[in-house]
């Protein structure tokens, strides 16, 4: 049988796969990154409370269709992916020949860290008929390399050990039929013999970032998120635990599924913005981006020598020229489907105010109870929706109008900069402004704060 082609959907299978392996600053001392493995932990069945292990078990739920000149009821392929947790110990050679395990070596100048790393993994569970149940049980081998650590001169002054636990790991299948069509379930569960007693020994013994690759033959997979009419009693009926399915490759097809620790949408796709992973809650990566490039050098010295991994987005970021930043700044997509050239105008987007001359946001205004509102006017903002905790801060607070813009729904936005915040002029330059409606703001009389530029000034002349 031709092997599966599941490279489309692998590079959004390992962004869940290491989905919160490394965290922001990215370096050892970081209390959040001594605490790691956020999502799919599959803990050891017999591990002891105060270990804090996670459920030792996933389970989902799809469904198929099988065409009616089918010549069979089809096969799906299952892969089980996980990290398989490593630990690397760095041990000192001390003067009498001895090892003694440190956290830290500094090796020719370069700091070498004791840290927790991962393995990836892969069990593939074959092609399995979409019919009856099945019950594998697979084990994924344990193991230990040595690293040596020498000096300018040659000198063996330590060494790196690298060590995993065996990991067991059982998946089963049953297939059944539901409203003419086929409901697939898959369980996995983590089968470590042995008691844990330590959350450390816990995590050792874990399957992390667990998820679960289909490719059905014969068949096609169903979605679950926008399910058709015919199938959506079907797909109420599927039932979720720690894993949830979403159709995966391009647009459109139907014949694979990503099972993700995380909720997703079909079809979920890497912004093709992005240069590289960063690990950090399904990141935005400009903020990310700019956040280290704001690090001292001795914190990227910190960072690289605490993961490979840390150490590629610290170069990364350091390398990035202006305009790879400025891509990853934002892009407006089309809600309609219609494509990017959907809204140009003579070869200009729909979003760029040149596409439409009517469009000025520097000098258009709005009427806010009988009065123009523009740029530069001063307002109080008056929040009505309650949006958010946001909302309720501003209320009160005396703004300036940077913009009033009107979106392609025919409503009108105005942007504002708060007068009392500090970083006004920087939120200006970058174009970071926070938006309400015209019904949400009070206009206030041109001279208000006149003569004085100072914020505590205004608001000592028209205090809320």
Same mark, same amino acid.
């Given at each position: 049988?031709?092997?599966?082609?599941?490279?489309?959907?692998?590079?959004?299978?390992?962004? +869940?796969?290491?989905?919160?392996?490394?965290?922001?600053?990215?370096?050892?001392?970081?209390?959040? @990154?001594?605490?790691?493995?956020?999502?799919?932990?599959?803990?050891?069945?017999?591990?002891?409370?105060?270990?804090?292990?996670?459920?030792?078990?996933?389970?989902?739920?799809?469904?198929?269709?099988?065409?009616?000149?089918?010549?069979?009821?089809?096969? +799906?392929?299952? &892969?089980?992916?996980? =990290? /398989?947790?490593?630990?690397?110990?760095?041990?000192?050679?001390?003067?009498?020949?001895?090892?003694?395990?440190?956290?830290?070596?500094?090796?020719?100048?370069?700091?070498?860290?004791?840290?927790?790393?991962?393995?990836? %993994?892969? #069990?593939?569970?074959?092609?399995?008929?979409?019919?009856?149940?099945?019950?594998?049980?697979?084990?994924?081998?344990?193991?230990?390399?040595?690293?040596?650590?020498?000096?300018?001169?040659?000198?063996?002054?330590?060494?790196? +050990?690298?060590?995993?636990?065996?990991?067991?790991?059982?998946?089963?299948?049953?297939?059944?039929?539901?409203?003419?069509?086929?409901? &697939?379930?898959?369980?996995?569960? @983590?089968?470590?013999?042995?008691?844990?007693?330590?959350?450390?020994?816990? *995590?050792?013994?874990?399957?992390?970032?667990?998820?679960?690759?289909?490719?059905?033959?014969?068949?096609?997979?169903?979605?679950?998120?926008?399910?058709?009419?015919?199938?959506?009693?079907?797909?109420? $009926? %599927?039932?979720?635990?720690? %894993?949830?399915?979403?159709?995966?490759?391009?647009?459109?097809?139907?014949?694979?599924?990503?099972?993700?620790?995380?909720?997703?949408?079909?079809?979920?796709?890497?912004?093709?913005?992005?240069?590289?992973?960063?690990?950090?809650?399904?990141?935005?990566?400009? *903020?990310?981006?700019?956040?280290?490039? !704001?690090?001292?050098?001795?914190?990227?010295?910190?960072?690289?020598?605490?993961?490979?991994?840390?150490?590629?987005?610290?170069?990364?970021?350091?390398?990035?020229?202006?305009?790879?930043?400025?891509?990853?700044?934002?892009?407006?997509?089309?809600?309609?489907?219609?494509?990017?050239?959907?809204?140009?105008?003579?070869?200009?987007?729909?979003?760029?105010?040149?596409?439409?001359?009517?469009?000025?946001?520097?000098?258009?205004?709005? =009427?806010?109870?009988?009065?123009?509102?523009?740029?530069?006017?001063?307002?109080?903002?008056?929040?009505? $929706? $309650?949006?958010?905790?946001?909302?309720?801060?501003?209320?009160?607070?005396?703004?300036?109008?940077?913009?009033?813009?009107?979106?392609?729904?025919?409503?009108?936005?105005?942007?504002? #900069? =708060?007068?009392?915040?500090?970083?006004?002029?920087?939120?200006?330059?970058?174009?970071?402004?926070?938006?309400? !409606?015209?019904?949400?703001?009070?206009?206030?009389?041109?001279?208000?704060? /006149?003569?004085? !530029?100072?914020?505590?000034?205004?608001?000592?002349? @028209?205090?809320?």
């Amino acid at each position: 049988m031709t092997p599966i082609d599941l490279d489309p959907v692998r590079e959004v299978a390992d962004a +869940v796969l290491y989905e919160g392996y490394l965290l922001y600053p990215y370096r050892a001392s970081s209390h959040k @990154n001594q605490s790691r493995w956020q999502f799919g932990v599959l803990g050891p069945p017999a591990a002891a409370p105060a270990s804090f292990a996670e459920d030792p078990g996933m389970a989902m739920q799809c469904l198929l269709a099988v065409p009616a000149d089918a010549p069979g009821p089809g096969e +799906v392929t299952v &892969l089980l992916r996980f =990290l /398989q947790h490593q630990v690397r110990q760095v041990l000192r050679r001390d003067a009498d020949g001895a090892e003694t395990a440190v956290a830290e070596l500094v090796v020719a100048g370069r700091s070498v860290l004791t840290w927790d790393e991962a393995v990836e %993994c892969e #069990v593939d569970l074959g092609a399995l008929p979409l019919a009856g149940s099945t019950d594998q049980v697979r084990t994924v081998a344990g193991g230990e390399e040595a690293e040596i650590l020498t000096d300018a001169g040659g000198a063996v002054v330590g060494r790196i +050990v690298r060590g995993r636990d065996a990991l067991t790991v059982r998946v089963r299948t049953r297939v059944e039929e539901d409203d003419g069509l086929l409901r &697939l379930s898959v369980r996995v569960d @983590n089968e470590h013999a042995g008691a844990v007693a330590d959350k450390d020994a816990a *995590i050792h013994a874990s399957l992390i970032g667990t998820h679960l690759l289909l490719q059905a033959r014969g068949a096609a997979f169903v979605s679950l998120r926008e399910p058709p009419r015919e199938a959506a009693a079907a797909a109420a $009926r %599927c039932e979720q635990r720690r %894993c949830w399915p979403v159709l995966a490759g391009p647009k459109g097809s139907t014949d694979t599924v990503l099972g993700a620790p995380i909720i997703l949408y079909d079809h979920p796709e890497i912004a093709e913005q992005s240069t590289g992973a960063l690990f950090d809650s399904t990141e935005i990566d400009e *903020i990310l981006t700019l956040r280290v490039m !704001t690090m001292t050098e001795a914190e990227k010295a910190e960072a690289r020598a605490t993961d490979p991994r840390a150490r590629e987005i610290i170069d990364r970021c350091d390398a990035m020229a202006p305009g790879e930043l400025q891509q990853l700044h934002g892009l407006l997509r089309d809600p309609q489907g219609r494509g990017p050239d959907a809204f140009d105008t003579g070869g200009a987007p729909w979003w760029d105010p040149a596409a439409d001359a009517s469009v000025s946001p520097e000098s258009d205004s709005v =009427l806010v109870d009988g009065v123009a509102v523009a740029k530069g006017s001063l307002v109080r903002v008056r929040p009505r $929706r $309650r949006a958010d905790a946001q909302d309720l801060f501003f209320a009160g607070q005396v703004a300036r109008v940077t913009a009033v813009l009107s979106d392609v729904d025919g409503g009108v936005h105005v942007a504002l #900069v =708060l007068v009392d915040d500090p970083a006004a002029d920087l939120h200006d330059w970058y174009g970071r402004y926070f938006y309400f !409606t015209p019904d949400e703001l009070e206009p206030l009389p041109g001279d208000f704060g /006149q003569g004085s !530029t100072d914020a505590t000034q205004v608001r000592k002349e @028209n205090p809320s």
